[in-house]
C-alpha cells in the first residue's frame, strides 16, 4: 500500500483554536478534526481503518444495543465530564442486559465557536473511560451548528454487548419475595451537577459517581446468574427505576428508608433544595433483584467491588395488584416511594 | 445534617407516639389541624399517622401559599406575563397551577410569554439589571415568611435605582386565616369542621413569634403548639396538643423553641412594615374573603408596585367543577373525598392547587400515602 501523499497542513490549534463550520463540513478540515482530536483520542484497530463504520465479528450468544443522548450542562463536573458520561451511561444501560459491553459509536453536535482544547478533552475522557471498561468507541459522527443552535456540545453514544448464555435479565422478571439491592449511595451525581449549576452554587465537596459498571455486573452475573433485573438508577433517582420495575413485573415493593445510604452532603443539599434524594440521579450505580436465596451471595459479590462497597439490602418485592414501592420511615411510619412528577432539574444527563 | 438526625431518630419518634398512645382519653376525639402544608408534607412523607392512635384525627389548614391563591389572581399574573416588554419571574412552584379557562402559566411561557422561574426574590432583582429594556414582575406569594424578602428586594430595587423592576403581591397573613377558620362552625355552614388544637406554623413564627397566636387561642379556647418540621417536632406537639386538651387548656405552646420567640425576628417584622401595609379585604381559595388577611405596597413604593403600574383589573373566576380544592383547604373534606382525586386530577394533570403545590394535601396525599386508600 502507497503512503498516502503528504499534503502540508497547518495543525488544529488546540490551545486556543475553536470550532467553525468547515469542521463539519465534510472537508479536509472535518478530517483534520476526526485526525487529531478523536482518532488519537478514541485509538483502536477497528476504528483505525477510518471507514464510515466500524467492523467487527460477533460471538455466540444474544446481542444487547443500546442508545443515549448527552445534554448535560455544565459540561465540565466535579467527578466527570460530559464525554466521559455518555461512555459511561451507554455502557451502563447495556450491561443493565447482563451483557459483556464491547462496542460503542459516539456522534457529536458541536456549536460553531466550541474551544478545541475543551473538546480534545472531553474526546480524551471518552476514550480514558471507554479504555477502563474495556470497550472500544469503533465509528462515530461529527456535525457543527451554526452559534446559538446548540448549547456547546450535545453527545449520542450507542452501544452494543453479548449477552452470556443462561443469563436472562429484564425488568419483567421480578417476583414476589425478591430481595432488592442497591450497589452504594443514592444522588451523589444530581446534587454534584446542582452543585454547580449557575445560580445554585453552595459549598459541597461531593463528585459525580460517574462510573462504568460493566465489570461488576459481569462478575455479579457470573456469581448469580439468576439475577433477575438489574437497572442503573439514572434520571428520576431510585423511585423511577423501581417504579418502572413494578410496572414491568406487576409487583409491589417494600422498602426500608434507614437501609438506603444516601451521604450527608447529598442530603443536605436535598435539604436546601426542597428535593428527595431518591429522586435524584445516580451515574454510577444500579439496583439488583435477585431471589432471596441468591441475595447474600450476590450483595458480597458487589461489595467486594470497588463500585459496590456500599452495597445494602434495601428490601424485598411483595405481591400487589396497585404495584406501590412502599417504605418504612425512619420513625417507622409508611410512605409510598413515587414517580417524580414534572422535572426536578433539566440537563443532568 | 447531624443537627436534623435527632429530630428524625426513630427510637424518640417511637416514644413520643408511646406517650401519645398513653395519655390520649380513648373516650375522645382529638381533631388537630396543622395548618402548614410544609406540616402534611412531613406527616406523609414520614407517614406520622401509621404512629398516632385511631382517635386522634389530622386535618390538613390552607397553610399553602399556592394553594390558597385564588384563580383570579393567577389569571391576573398570566395577563402581565403576556403583556409585551415583560419578563415575570415566578417560584417554580406557581408554574403549573390551572387557572380559569384551562390557562397556566407554564402553558403562557410555551405560547411565548417570557416566563422566568427564581429561587428568591433576588433573582428576579438581577434579572431586572441584566434586562434594562424589559419590565420584569416579581410574581410574589406566600405567608410571613416569604413576605421579608420580597421586601428587601423591593428596597434593594429603590437603592439601585430600577426603574423597570416591580412586584405583584400577593403576601398573606397566618393569623386572620386560623381566625376564619374557626369562625366558620359558628357561622352555621355546613361544610364547616370543628377544630380541638391547632399544630402552629414553624417558618411563619420564626418571623412573627409566638404572640400573635395568643388571642386566638384565648377568643377561641383552642390550643396552639408551635412546632418545627421535623418528624420528632410534630409528634412532640401533637402530645402537648393532647395533654391541654385533656387539661382543658387553651394556650400558646412552643414546642419549636430552636427557632421561635415569642416577638419574633424584630429585623424581618420591621421590613415587612415599611414596605407593605394591611389590604382591607382580600380573597383567598377556599376561604372566601377575609378582612386584614393579606399585604399591599405602601404608596411611598407605588412605583414598585406592578398593580398600579400596570392597572390590570382583578376578576373573580371560577375553578374546576367539583374540585374540592375549596373544601380540603377549610379542612371540611379529605382529598379523597374528592371524585377527581387520583383520576382526573394527579400530578401530573392537575385541576386544582392542592395537587399542585408539594405543600398541598393533595399531593402529599397522592404522592406518599395513596395506598392507604382501596384500590380504585
Keep these: 500500500m502507497n503512503a498516502p501523499p503528504r499534503v502540508a497542513v497547518r495543525r488544529l490549534d488546540l490551545t486556543a ?260 434524594p431518591l429522586n435524584v440521579a445516580n451515574e454510577g450505580k444500579l439496583i439488583a433483584i435477585a431471589p432471596a436465596a441468591d441475595a447474600a451471595q450476590l450483595l458480597g459479590v458487589m461489595r467486594r467491588h470497588p463500585l459496590g462497597r456500599d452495597a445494602m439490602t434495601i428490601g424485598e418485592v411483595t405481591a400487589d395488584p396497585s404495584r406501590f414501592v412502599r417504605m418504612t420511615t425512619r420513625i417507622g411510619g409508611e410512605r409510598i416511594v413515587d414517580w417524580l412528577a414534572g422535572e426536578q432539574l433539566p440537563r443532568i444527563c | 445534617m447531624k443537627h436534623l438526625d435527632e429530630y428524625r431518630d426513630g427510637n424518640t419518634a417511637r416514644r413520643i407516639a408511646a406517650a401519645i398512645h398513653r395519655e390520649a382519653d380513648p373516650g375522645r376525639h382529638y381533631r388537630l389541624m396543622e395548618f402548614c402544608g410544609g406540616h402534611t408534607h412531613t406527616i406523609f412523607r414520614y407517614g406520622i399517622e401509621d404512629l398516632l392512635p385511631a382517635n386522634i384525627e389530622m386535618v390538613h389548614g390552607p397553610g399553602c401559599p399556592v394553594c390558597v391563591l385564588p384563580i383570579g389572581r393567577l389569571d391576573m399574573a398570566i395577563r402581565l406575563a403576556r403583556r409585551d416588554g415583560v419578563i415575570l419571574a415566578t417560584y417554580g412552584d406557581m408554574l403549573r397551577v390551572p387557572g380559569s379557562k384551562g390557562q397556566s402559566l407554564m402553558k403562557a411561557k410555551a405560547e411565548g410569554a417570557d416566563i422566568r422561574m427564581v429561587y428568591s426574590s433576588m433573582d428576579a432583582v438581577r434579572l431586572a439589571e441584566t434586562n434594562p429594556d424589559r419590565q420584569v414582575i416579581f410574581f410574589a406569594i406566600g405567608f410571613e415568611t416569604t413576605t421579608p424578602p420580597t421586601a428587601l428586594a423591593i428596597e434593594a430595587a429603590v437603592s439601585k435605582g430600577l426603574a423597570n423592576f416591580s412586584v405583584f403581591c400577593n403576601h398573606v397573613l397566618t393569623p386572620p386565616a386560623i381566625g376564619a377558620i374557626l369562625d366558620a362552625p359558628a357561622s352555621g355552614d355546613a361544610d364547616t369542621v370543628a377544630i380541638d388544637g391547632f399544630v402552629g406554623p414553624a417558618h411563619v413564627s420564626v418571623v412573627i413569634g409566638s404572640r400573635p397566636y395568643e388571642s386566638c387561642a384565648a377568643q377561641y379556647r383552642k390550643p396552639v403548639a408551635i412546632s418545627g418540621f421535623e418528624p420528632v417536632d410534630v409528634l412532640q406537639s401533637i402530645l402537648m396538643l393532647v395533654r391541654q386538651i385533656n387539661e382543658g387548656r387553651a394556650e400558646v405552646e412552643n414546642q419549636y423553641i430552636r427557632a421561635v420567640t415569642r416577638a419574633g425576628n424584630a429585623r424581618a417584622q420591621q421590613a415587612m412594615a415599611r414596605v407593605f401595609e394591611l389590604r382591607p379585604e382580600f380573597e383567598w381559595r377556599g376561604l372566601g374573603s377575609i378582612p386584614h388577611s393579606a399585604l399591599r405596597i405602601r404608596d411611598a413604593f407605588a412605583a414598585f408596585d406592578a398593580e398600579q403600574r400596570f392597572d390590570e383589573p382583578y376578576v373573580t373566576a371560577e375553578g374546576t367543577k367539583s374540585c374540592e380544592c375549596p373544601a380540603i383547604l377549610r379542612g371540611a373534606k379529605k382529598p379523597t373525598d374528592c371524585k377527581l382525586f387520583g383520576r382526573a386530577c394527579t400530578p401530573e394533570t392537575p385541576l386544582g392547587s392542592c395537587m399542585v403545590s408539594s405543600e398541598g394535601a393533595c399531593a402529599a396525599y397522592y404522592t406518599y400515602g395513596r395506598m392507604r386508600e382501596p384500590a380504585a
Design chain 1, 17 to 276: 483554536g475553536r470550532i467553525d463550520l468547515t469542521h463539519g463540513a465534510g472537508g479536509r478540515a472535518m478530517q483534520q478534526l476526526i485526525d487529531e482530536v478523536f482518532r488519537p483520542a478514541f485509538d483502536n484497530p477497528i476504528l483505525a481503518r477510518g471507514d464510515d463504520h466500524g467492523m467487527f465479528d460477533i460471538p455466540a450468544g444474544r446481542m444487547a444495543m443500546s442508545t443515549d443522548s448527552f445534554v448535560v450542562s455544565p459540561l465540565f463536573f466535579p467527578g466527570g465530564n460530559i464525554g466521559s458520561l455518555s461512555v459511561h451511561g451507554t455502557i451502563n444501560d447495556v450491561a443493565m442486559s447482563g451483557a459483556r459491553v464491547l462496542y460503542l459509536s459516539a456522534g457529536f453536535v458541536i456549536e460553531e465557536g466550541f474551544s478545541l482544547s475543551d473538546l480534545q478533552r472531553i474526546a480524551r475522557a471518552m476514550g480514558d473511560a471507554a479504555r477502563a471498561a474495556g470497550v472500544a468507541i469503533v465509528t462515530g459522527d461529527t456535525k457543527v451548528v451554526e452559534r446559538g443552535k446548540a448549547d456547546g456540545l450535545f453527545i449520542n453514544t450507542a452501544g452494543i454487548g453479548i449477552v452470556p448464555l443462561g443469563v436472562e435479565i429484564s425488568g419483567d422478571r421480578a417476583r414476589p419475595g425478591d430481595a432488592v439491592l442497591i450497589s452504594g449511595s443514592m444522588g451523589d451525581h444530581g446534587v454534584a451537577i446542582m452543585a454547580h449549576r449557575a445560580g445554585l452554587e453552595f459549598e459541597t465537596t461531593l463528585i459525580s459517581d460517574s462510573a462504568a459498571l460493566n465489570s461488576m455486573v459481569a462478575e455479579m452475573v457470573e456469581a448469580v446468574p439468576g439475577t433477575r433485573v438489574l437497572r442503573d438508577p439514572t434520571r428520576g433517582g431510585l423511585a423511577a427505576a423501581l417504579n418502572e420495575i413494578c410496572h414491568q413485573s406487576g409487583v409491589g415493593m417494600m422498602l426500608d428508608e434507614a437501609a438506603v445510604p444516601v451521604k450527608p452532603d447529598v442530603l443536605g443539599a436535598c435539604e436546601l433544595l426542597g428535593l428527595d
